[in-house]
């Protein structure tokens, strides 16, 4: 029951809604008209809109301007994009949310006006460098974000994104939590030093943490761009704080370009237990052998709720199982999600002990 109740699903728009402030702008103009002071009423509108359309922090409630600062394709599908805030931000929201929540923002395609969610991740564009680099803790590059997307041929959103250009602007409304864990009061930071020098790292050379609660871990099934959320919560300050059984399915690792090696890394260092299905090498989920891969997968174990000071006793046994894929992959790990429910836990995860008290399946 604890599971249920710490996550909260808050917003997925796919269409654009005026918001309230918008109306009440209307109704300003109205008010002034039938006053027969228009140029005032113009002038104050003008005037509060602007103020509105300058609060340069990301906010759900208006849509705030970035710019297209670096774009690099990866391959035909995938690309990573840098968007910079026009007005630079203090707000550090890497700091702020940590590991707590998996969040989001919505990118708007103002030709068709419709809203898409794309998943940040702790990353900017190092051009010395040549490379993305992690923000460091307490670091929020004014406010910059880094996406990792693919493009449809069919889609409306991600295609459009891709054919636009290096300043180019696209306005963003955000954060919207997708998925919020239970969060100790006074826990200690989880550093990201192992992340500091990728190519060097051979073997676990960590020394483990011990915080004061009981981490909790977690199974992740994820497929494609699904595999973002799991990257936010183990890259972001603060990181997550439990063991990560990762289970990503893709056609093939080489199309997470950079990021890969920051999977094998957290994988080497023990932070997850990484199995790679790449169907271009007869990996696909639905092809291998299932006995095998039902051994694979680890069968939930009760959380305890969180005890201060408590003995720990180590074990990196999941209790709660997150899938985030397309719809045929949810069905296959952890049976049909319906459009506004969650649907009965059935696939793979249902064979090894798995239900509703403790799989959640992403929109
Ligand atoms: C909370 C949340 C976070 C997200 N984060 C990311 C992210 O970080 N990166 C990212 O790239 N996407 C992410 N997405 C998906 C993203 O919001 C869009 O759904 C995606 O970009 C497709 O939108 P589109 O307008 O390009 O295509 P649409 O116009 O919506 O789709 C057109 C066609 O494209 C194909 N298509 C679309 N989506 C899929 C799919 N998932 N699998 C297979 N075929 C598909 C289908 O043929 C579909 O008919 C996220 C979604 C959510 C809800």
Not at 65 to 70: A, F, G
Not at 98 to 116: A, D, F, L
Not at 324 to 350: H, M, N, R
Request: proline share 6%; aromatic share 12%.
């Amino acid at each position: 029951m604890f599971l249920q109740k710490s996550f909260v699903r808050l917003y997925s728009l796919n269409a654009l809604k005026s918001t309230s402030r918008f109306n009440w702008k209307r109704h300003k103009v109205i008010y002034g008209l039938s006053c027969g002071a228009l140029s005032f009423s113009i002038y104050m509108a003008y005037n509060s809109l602007s103020r509105f359309n300058d609060s340069p922090n990301l906010s759900t409630d208006h849509f705030t301007k970035y710019r297209i600062s670096y774009k690099k394709d990866i391959d035909e599908e995938h690309f990573l994009l840098e968007l910079t805030p026009i007005l630079t931000q203090n707000q550090n929201l890497w700091q702020i949310i940590g590991s707590t929540k998996i969040w989001s923002v919505e990118i708007k395609q103002p030709e068709i006006m419709v809203v898409r969610n794309y998943t940040p991740l702790p990353f900017y564009f190092d051009a010395s460098a040549g490379q993305i680099q992690l923000l460091k803790d307490g670091e929020n590059a004014d406010g910059k974000l880094m996406f990792y997307l693919k493009q449809y041929k069919n889609g409306e959103v991600a295609r459009w994104i891709h054919g636009l250009g290096i300043n180019d602007t696209v306005e963003l409304r955000g954060p919207y939590i997708e998925y919020e864990f239970p969060n100790p009061n006074h826990e200690m930071k989880r550093d990201r030093n192992i992340l500091k020098d990728l190519e060097k790292t051979t073997h676990a050379t960590e020394q483990k943490q011990i915080f004061k609660y009981e981490p909790l871990n977690i199974l992740m099934f994820t497929a494609g761009t699904g595999v973002v959320p799991a990257l936010q919560l183990l890259l972001t300050e603060s990181p997550f704080y439990g063991t990560m059984h990762l289970f990503h399915s893709c056609k093939t690792k080489s199309e997470l370009g950079p990021l890969s090696k920051y999977l094998d890394v957290l994988d080497k260092q023990n932070r997850i237990k990484l199995h790679m299905h790449e169907s271009s090498k007869g990996g696909n989920i639905k092809d291998v052998n299932i006995k095998e891969l039902l051994n694979q997968i680890p069968e939930p174990v009760p959380y305890k709720e969180m005890k201060s000071n408590g003995p720990h006793n180590n074990n990196t046994n999941p209790s709660l199982a997150l899938v985030c894929g397309p719809d045929s992959f949810i069905t296959t790990v952890a049976g049909e999600k319906y459009d506004f429910s969650q649907g009965p836990v059935g696939g793979l995860l249902k064979e090894k002990g798995w239900d509703n008290q403790n799989v959640y399946k992403f929109p």
